[in-house]
């Protein structure tokens, strides 16, 4: 196929070139290409040509808690979004904590799949010695959870994590972390309980800020004494963000991920969003919001994730103390982001490295994936930066539409997906009659 007469962005720059993709893969980038031998041409004068978005934290919850949504919806709604690959985390039934849960993950998921998918193995306590293992059968990645959140997997102790920092230095894998402390969320959670408060913004109190610097602190502390690759999730906290950039100076073998709801919510949405917007680590105050910004304008946060985490409406909709925690991201992320982009938060040009590009090299999956270069998977996002999106019930493609961002109307509008060089979705509506995913393993490059 033959992408012709758009404006492709890329970390150096918006480049006017067409692009052509063969047998799957990028396999000429320039001006006036030919399409001899074409099956399509597509038109993307006026158009932004991204690489599809590699997103490397989405729950998609299926094995096991296929009530909160499946890998059907999720892909469905991945593609529509404009991400291409996902990188699947481990807390689903059972934990992906084996080599062959991550196999049976994979044989399930793979004819369900609308977008490519790599998986995460988790780790805690007891299976530290099946690193090896689980990254010879595919893994890309480890998730560790200091703190509690969906799954309650328990956090590994001082030991164990520092032996699996260790081989993660010598393996060369990255172990993606949730960084709140248990003990400290524990301690103000009862605290918050017990003083009988029942508002929404409880939730932010009851893990605070120093939670998330704690755990930081001590993965900093691991990474510069092993040489373990650390990269850490869904970034919250002003505390949090000055001791990445600290690190990062320092040269310490570790990088930050946030994502897009931690930009664009702040506590002051509480009263109108309530638990819709519950998520850990929560949502906070707007210099928290205006820290993560500049975070991410100057390079210190690094990658993007959506932390796609659907939930039943049912368990949504309780109290503040029981209402499950996070919300579907999948399809809004990438809309999401160019908004904020298109409204002069971010750059545009800062969008390929940190939702395709980093994400892509941090799980060894580049160059397959995460650009538009000769040679990588012909994955792109073919964007009308003067449309626009209206986050409807019927755009959104989860079983669940339980999120903050419906009724949203956002600047840019999504024209075309591209999977390898098949188009699937177009004019914002997929088009793909099977599931054309497949599964990506690591890359030994
Ligand atoms: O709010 C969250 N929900 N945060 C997480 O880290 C996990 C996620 C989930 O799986 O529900
Ligand atoms: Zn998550």
Same mark, same amino acid.
């Given at each position: 196929m033959?992408?012709?007469?758009?404006?492709?962005?890329?970390?150096?720059?918006?480049?006017?070139?067409d692009v052509?993709?063969?047998?799957?893969r990028i396999?000429?980038?320039?001006?006036d290409?030919?399409?001899?031998?074409?099956?399509?041409?597509?038109?993307?004068?006026?158009?932004?040509?991204?690489?599809?978005l590699?997103?490397?934290?989405?729950?998609?919850?299926?094995p096991?808690?296929?009530y909160?949504?499946?890998?059907?919806?999720?892909?469905?709604?991945?593609?529509?979004?404009?991400?291409?690959?996902?990188?699947?985390?481990?807390?689903?039934?059972?934990?992906?904590?084996e080599p062959?849960?991550?196999?049976?993950?994979?044989?399930?998921l793979?004819?369900?799949?609308?977008?490519?998918?790599a998986?995460?193995?988790?780790?805690h306590d007891?299976?530290?010695?099946?690193m090896?293992?689980?990254?010879?059968?595919?893994?890309?990645?480890?998730?560790v959870?200091?703190?509690?959140?969906?799954?309650?997997?328990?956090?590994p102790?001082e030991?164990?994590l520092?032996?699996?920092?260790?081989?993660?230095s010598?393996?060369?894998?990255?172990i993606?972390?949730?960084? /709140?402390?248990?003990?400290?969320?524990?301690?103000?959670? %009862?605290?918050?309980?017990?003083?009988?408060r029942?508002?929404?913004?409880a939730? /932010?109190?009851?893990?605070?800020?120093i939670?998330? /610097?704690?755990?930081?602190?001590?993965?900093?502390?691991?990474?510069?004494?092993?040489?373990?690759?650390?990269?850490?999730?869904?970034?919250?906290?002003?505390?949090?963000?000055?001791?990445l950039?600290?690190?990062?100076?320092?040269?310490v073998?570790?990088?930050?991920?946030?994502?897009?709801?931690y930009?664009?919510?702040?506590?002051?949405?509480?009263?109108?969003?309530?638990?819709?917007?519950?998520?850990?680590?929560?949502?906070?105050?707007n210099?928290?919001?205006?820290?993560?910004?500049?975070?991410?304008?100057?390079?210190?946060?690094?990658?993007?994730?959506?932390?796609?985490?659907?939930?039943?409406?049912?368990e949504?909709?309780?109290?503040?103390?029981?209402?499950?925690?996070?919300?579907? %991201?999948?399809?809004?992320?990438?809309p999401?982001?160019?908004?904020?982009?298109?409204?002069?938060?971010?750059?545009?040009t800062?969008?390929p490295?940190?939702?395709?590009?980093?994400?892509a090299?941090?799980?060894?999956l580049?160059?397959?994936?995460?650009?538009v270069?000769?040679?990588?998977?012909?994955?792109?996002?073919?964007?009308?930066?003067?449309?626009k999106?209206?986050?409807?019930?019927?755009?959104?493609q989860?079983?669940?539409?339980?999120?903050?961002?419906?009724?949203?109307?956002?600047?840019?509008?999504?024209?075309?997906?591209?999977?390898?060089?098949?188009v699937?979705?177009?004019n914002?509506?997929?088009?793909t009659?099977?599931?054309?995913?497949?599964?990506?393993?690591?890359?030994?490059?």
């Amino acid at each position: 196929m033959l992408v012709r007469g758009g404006s492709i962005v890329t970390p150096e720059g918006v480049f006017r070139a067409d692009v052509k993709v063969v047998d799957g893969r990028i396999a000429a980038l320039g001006e006036d290409l030919s399409a001899a031998g074409v099956d399509e041409v597509l038109d993307a004068s006026g158009l932004l040509v991204f690489p599809g978005l590699v997103d490397e934290h989405v729950h998609m919850r299926e094995p096991g808690l296929e009530y909160k949504d499946d890998f059907t919806h999720g892909t469905m709604a991945a593609a529509l979004g404009g991400v291409t690959t996902v990188i699947e985390q481990p807390n689903t039934l059972p934990p992906v904590d084996e080599p062959q849960k991550l196999v049976s993950k994979a044989a399930l998921l793979k004819d369900k799949a609308y977008v490519d998918f790599a998986l995460y193995g988790v780790l805690h306590d007891t299976n530290t010695h099946l690193m090896e293992d689980l990254l010879g059968v595919g893994a890309v990645g480890f998730k560790v959870f200091l703190g509690p959140t969906t799954g309650n997997i328990p956090p590994p102790s001082e030991g164990s994590l520092y032996e699996i920092l260790s081989k993660s230095s010598r393996l060369g894998v990255t172990i993606a972390f949730h960084a /709140e402390d248990h003990q400290l969320v524990s301690y103000f959670t %009862n605290l918050v309980k017990s003083s009988g408060r029942l508002d929404p913004q409880a939730h /932010e109190d009851a893990r605070p800020p120093i939670a998330e /610097e704690l755990a930081v602190m001590k993965l900093i502390l691991m990474s510069r004494r092993t040489g373990g690759r650390v990269h850490i999730l869904h970034m919250s906290s002003r505390e949090g963000v000055e001791l990445l950039k600290e690190a990062l100076w320092e040269g310490v073998n570790v990088t930050g991920e946030t994502c897009p709801h931690y930009l664009t919510f702040s506590s002051d949405d509480y009263p109108k969003y309530g638990t819709l917007i519950k998520v850990n680590p929560p949502i906070r105050s707007n210099p928290h919001r205006e820290a993560l910004l500049k975070a991410v304008n100057e390079g210190v946060i690094s990658a993007l994730g959506s932390d796609h985490a659907p939930h039943a409406r049912e368990e949504k909709m309780r109290s503040v103390w029981d209402a499950a925690a996070g919300f579907p %991201n999948v399809q809004t992320f990438f809309p999401v982001i160019l908004d904020m982009a298109l409204r002069g938060l971010i750059k545009l040009t800062a969008i390929p490295k940190l939702a395709s590009e980093n994400p892509a090299k941090y799980f060894g999956l580049w160059p397959r994936k995460g650009s538009v270069r000769v040679g990588s998977d012909g994955d792109l996002v073919i964007v009308d930066p003067n449309g626009k999106t209206l986050v409807s019930e019927e755009w959104l493609q989860y079983k669940h539409k339980v999120t903050p961002y419906l009724g949203w109307e956002l600047r840019g509008e999504i024209k075309y997906v591209v999977l390898r060089g098949h188009v699937i979705v177009r004019n914002g509506r997929l088009v793909t009659a099977e599931p054309k995913g497949v599964w990506i393993k690591r890359s030994s490059s």
